[in-house]
């Protein structure tokens, strides 16, 4: 018995090292089938080290569709597939020929074929990276499956812009199903039937580096790239633990995935999007996806109007029978389609209720009313049902395909969603329901038939969930004791380097009940406290902020946790509760920046300037490349400096733009950032980088040496003699009224006359060279084309006179003419009418309008005031 295991053993091993089936090559008249090779499980191609093969092959469990796939051995992974689209039975042939390689199937159809090629083949090859090449005989490469991905890319495989992967259907059928992730000109998407719902760039984890184009999308050994400058510029980077295989793939649940495999242990590096509520079709049609906070894991159920389809999808439809559901006109689903004598009526979805489309799409009509909303919808025969946001009056519409909704996390949500609908049940003859359920009192019986299986379901999912919950419940009360925290909270999870998490008990007897108000943001109101063990603390309550889940804000906070420097705000702790979101910082006393710079208190002296100026730009160099995660401030400002004793500088409030949605960082950047320190970039959207910090920080430091706001500046032949009258015209402008700082800095740096530029408060008590020094750099940081700016860490190299100072190249500070001349005249309109000048411009109020229409964004960027909010 055992010598003839041994033998078996020994004969199978030998038969796989001295057989076909132990090669890296084949050659031409070659041909495989499945049944032929069924020993080997269909395989007959086997890379050098033996990481990858090739197969005849049935994924899963089924045994009718056959595949010419390329495997990743230790993972069991399907890598390509050349005949997705049209599966073969078990005997039919896999043929190598000098003309490239066929599929037939048993009874001699051609089911896939490479295309014609160039000259004829004199091998195949598969290689140690997972690529299948037909080589001529000077093995040139004929063909390469690198070429034609299907839904992964591995280590050495380039997807180029214009080229896409597409997710299977399902794990065992292998055809194009509806997910895809294209490369763009600027960013990796995936999109559901033409709606994109994910952005690479926007993940927590990416940076993006350059503005450049992106030619293409590579992953390596120690990160995912999207390229460009051919292959020398990253323009967007995710950076990932070291490990030699990596594949990418967009799975068929819809999510983007990258994993590394250790042996056959897979490694979840990276997927998006992280929330699968924002899935489009997580919930079938019309289901409505909720979050469960403790399991991560989505329930889909319906939302108000609805009720669960007859299918056995997960679809929704209309409660009430008399309105029926219609497919979009170029749909190639059956369905009901609209016609000109179809009744069309609006279903309303319950309150707070999210589509992944409308934080991607621009709506299609702004400050119109639901009635005119609903009426361009009706319109339309793509168009399925539309979001109308209540207070901006824009109308987002839902096209081609009805996904899933989710239940929206933010409390501001005022949209309001309603599903088009005709009046009337689906016609049978046009195709009903695929084919059943068609008509409203077949719907009990078909109910009754399907529940019992998909219910039980349910009520398991049901059970265990509820097991679950009060589980982490029952520990969380004993451990904390305190039975009045809500349940639902963050003890289901943890995350490492969290800091400390205070009740909201505990942090509204530190204020006093809220009660000393020491300053208001974009954020929300911040208010002093005094911590039970005598520590002052500043407590930031928030309102604005877009909570895609506690889970994420606990990340977001346990990397700004992270973050220490000397010149940087420390956050002490923090308090998520409810819907409560506060931060408690150390307490800074002498205030912001601007309160000491532009007040009416003692002159700041030059050499404080000089070191608060050096201090942000350390504190700067440091969220830039010295901490673990990258953090772009995105605010840069005066009102965003705080000092203490000895003019030390430190920066507050980094590391929130990530806390933003989508939406909401529209909305910061239309509304709530503050005009004089946005770069350019931002009104262009092109990419936001490290780089445009550096450009208000640019514009900070002029303001240092001018101790004046960049936008309030009266020449100083004006604000010497402020009390008596409006002295000559100045030098460099024509305009009675204001100047442009930035652009009077450039004037006076071209004429080398720097001690005109400096505070006139300061007396003199400095010199020339020293305000050129502040100038020069200031001039660098903002020149218009990013790459030119110098990076924080150069910046305070220079200052610290370490390397020389740069020499502001003067074509890159053009536009400051341009913005300049723009300036003098809304100000000389400003001051003939004596109002606002954001009162010629509504338009930049509307948070939502980002449709970069040239002149209103414009003159967002240069208008004198602050637009913003309270900050
Ligand atoms: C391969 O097959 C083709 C046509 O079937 C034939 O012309 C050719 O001679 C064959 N080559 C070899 C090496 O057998
Ligand atoms: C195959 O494995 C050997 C030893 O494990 C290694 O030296 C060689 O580089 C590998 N070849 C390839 C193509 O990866
Ligand atoms: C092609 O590659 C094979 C294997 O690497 C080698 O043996 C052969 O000499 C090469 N032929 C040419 C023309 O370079
Ligand atoms: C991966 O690619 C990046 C960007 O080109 C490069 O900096 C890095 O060194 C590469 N890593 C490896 C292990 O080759
Ligand atoms: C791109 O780079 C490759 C090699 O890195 C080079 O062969 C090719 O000529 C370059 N193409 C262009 C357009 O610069
Ligand atoms: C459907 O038709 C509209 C125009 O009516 C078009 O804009 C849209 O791209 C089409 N969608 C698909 C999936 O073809
Ligand atoms: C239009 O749709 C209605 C149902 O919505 C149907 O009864 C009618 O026959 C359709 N008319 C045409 C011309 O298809
Ligand atoms: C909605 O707007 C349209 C066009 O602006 C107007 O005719 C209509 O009266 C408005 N309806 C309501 C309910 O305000
Ligand atoms: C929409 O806003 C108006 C006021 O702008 C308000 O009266 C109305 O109640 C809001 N509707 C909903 C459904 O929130
Ligand atoms: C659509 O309906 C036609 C005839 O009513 C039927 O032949 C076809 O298979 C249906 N297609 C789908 C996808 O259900």
Redesign the pocket.
């Known amino acids: 018995m055992a010598s003839f295991i041994f033998f078996l053993s020994f004969s199978l091993s030998w038969a796989i090292v001295s057989g076909i089936s132990w090669s890296e090559f084949l050659y031409p008249n070659f041909t495989a089938s499945h049944y032929k090779f069924i020993d080997g499980g269909g395989s007959f191609l086997f890379s050098r080290n033996g990481t990858f093969k090739a197969a005849m092959s049935s994924p899963g469990t089924q045994q009718t569709r056959y595949y010419f796939c390329v495997i990743h051995v230790v993972s069991h992974n399907i890598v390509w597939s050349a005949n997705r689209d049209a599966p073969v039975s078990s005997s039919a042939q896999m043929i190598l020929d000098f003309n490239g390689i066929k599929i037939i199937e048993e009874d001699g159809s051609l089911k896939w074929s490479t295309p014609g090629l160039r000259s004829s083949v004199s091998a195949l090859e598969l290689t140690e990276t997972g690529n299948l090449i037909l080589m001529d005989k000077f093995n040139g490469t004929l063909w390469e499956s690198f070429h034609y991905p299907t839904d992964t890319i591995l280590i050495g495989q380039k997807l180029p812009v214009g080229r896409w992967l597409s997710s299977a259907k399902t794990e065992d059928d292998l055809s194009t199903g509806d997910y895809k992730l294209s490369i763009t000109a600027d960013d990796a998407i995936l999109q559901w039937h033409n709606q994109i719902y994910w952005k690479f760039s926007m993940a927590t984890k990416a940076y993006t580096n350059s503005n450049q184009a992106v030619e293409y999308m590579a992953v ?4 995912l ?1 999207l ?1 460009g400058h051919n292959g020398s510029v ?1 323009v967007v ?1 995710l950076n990932l633990e ?1 490990s030699n295989f990596r594949m990418i793939k967009l799975d068929v649940s819809g999510q983007f995935i990258v994993s590394s495999y250790s042996t056959a242990d897979r490694n979840p590096d990276f997927a998006g999007p992280v929330d699968r509520c924002r899935i489009p079709f997580i919930c079938g049609s019309v289901g409505l996806c909720t979050d469960d906070s403790q399991s991560g894991a989505p329930l889909c159920s319906c939302p108000s109007n609805f009720k669960a389809g007859s299918s056995k999808t997960n679809d929704c439809v209309p409660s009430d029978a008399s309105y029926s559901l219609l497919v979009s006109c170029n749909s190639t689903r059956n369905g009901t389609k609209l016609n000109s004598s179809s009744l069309i009526s609006y279903l309303r979805l319950g309150y707070g209720t999210d589509y992944f489309a409308t934080d991607f799409a621009a709506p299609i009509k702004y400050g119109i009313n639901l009635t005119s909303c609903q009426d361009l919808c009706s319109a339309r025969c793509s168009c399925l049902g539309v979001f109308f946001g209540n207070s901006s009056g824009s109308c987002y519409q839902l096209e081609n395909e009805l996904g899933s909704f989710r239940l929206s996390s933010s409390s501001e949500n005022d949209q309001l969603g309603f599903i088009k609908t005709i009046v009337g049940p689906p016609s049978s003859r046009g195709g009903g329901d695929n084919g059943f359920g068609s008509q409203s009192s077949n719907f009990p019986i078909v109910a009754l038939v399907l529940l019992p299986s998909s219910g039980f379901f349910l009520l398991v999912l049901l059970a265990f969930l509820w097991c679950r919950r009060s589980r982490v419940y029952t520990k969380g009360k004993t451990k904390v004791s305190r039975p009045s925290s809500p349940s639902e909270d963050i003890d289901a999870f943890s995350i490492m380097g969290l800091p400390t998490r205070f009740d909201y008990a505990e942090l509204e007897k530190a204020t006093d009940g809220f009660k000393i108000k020491i300053g208001s943001g974009g954020f929300g109101t911040v208010y002093k406290g005094t911590l039970p063990d005598g520590t002052e603390v500043a407590v930031k309550k928030i309102t604005n902020l877009g909570l895609q889940g506690k889970k994420d804000f606990c990340t977001e906070i346990a990397i700004i946790g992270n973050v220490h420097h000397v010149n940087l705000v420390k956050l002490k702790g923090f308090c998520a509760q409810g819907r409560e979101r506060m931060l408690v910082y150390e307490y800074m006393n002498r205030g912001s920046l601007d309160c000491t710079l532009f007040g009416t208190g003692p002159v700041l002296e030059w050499q404080e300037r000089l070191d608060i100026a050096l201090g942000i730009a350390r504190g700067l160099a440091y969220l830039h490349s010295g901490c673990e995660h990258k953090i772009i401030h995105c605010d840069v400002k005066p009102e965003n400096i705080l000092l203490q004793e000895q003019f030390q500088a430190k920066i507050s409030d980094f590391g929130l733009s990530k806390l933003l949605t989508p939406e909401q960082s529209s909305l910061f950047t239309t509304m709530r950032g503050t005009r004089g320190y946005l770069a350019p970039e931002w009104l262009t959207s092109s990419a936001i980088s490290d780089k445009t910090d550096v450009y208000s920080y640019g514009m900070v430091l002029l303001e240092l040496v001018s101790g004046r706001k960049n936008c309030l500046f009266r020449a100083r032949s004006h604000s010497t003699s402020d009390d008596n009258s409006n002295g000559a015209p100045s030098s460099s402008s024509s305009s009675q009224g204001l100047i442009y700082f930035p652009l009077f800095a450039l004037d006076m740096h071209e004429e080398g006359r720097y001690l005109e530029l400096a505070d006139s408060r300061l007396e003199g008590r400095v010199t020339s060279e020293e305000v050129e020094k502040l100038v020069c750099v200031a001039l660098c940081c903002v020149h218009e084309e990013p790459t030119l700016r110098p990076n924080m860490g150069s910046v305070v190299s220079m200052l610290e006179g370490e390397i020389p100072l740069c020499q502001p190249n003067l074509a890159s500070l053009n536009f400051l003419r341009f913005y300049g001349r723009r300036f003098a005249e809304s100000s000389a309109v400003e001051e003939s009418s004596g109002k606002d000048s954001v009162t010629l411009f509504p338009k930049a109020n509307n948070s939502r309008d980002r449709t970069n229409s040239g002149s209103n964004t414009y003159f967002s960027y240069i208008s004198s005031q602050q637009v913003s909010g309270p900050r």
Not at 220 to 223: H, K, M
């Open positions: 390596n050994q120690t990160g790239y390229f990253v980077q070291q």
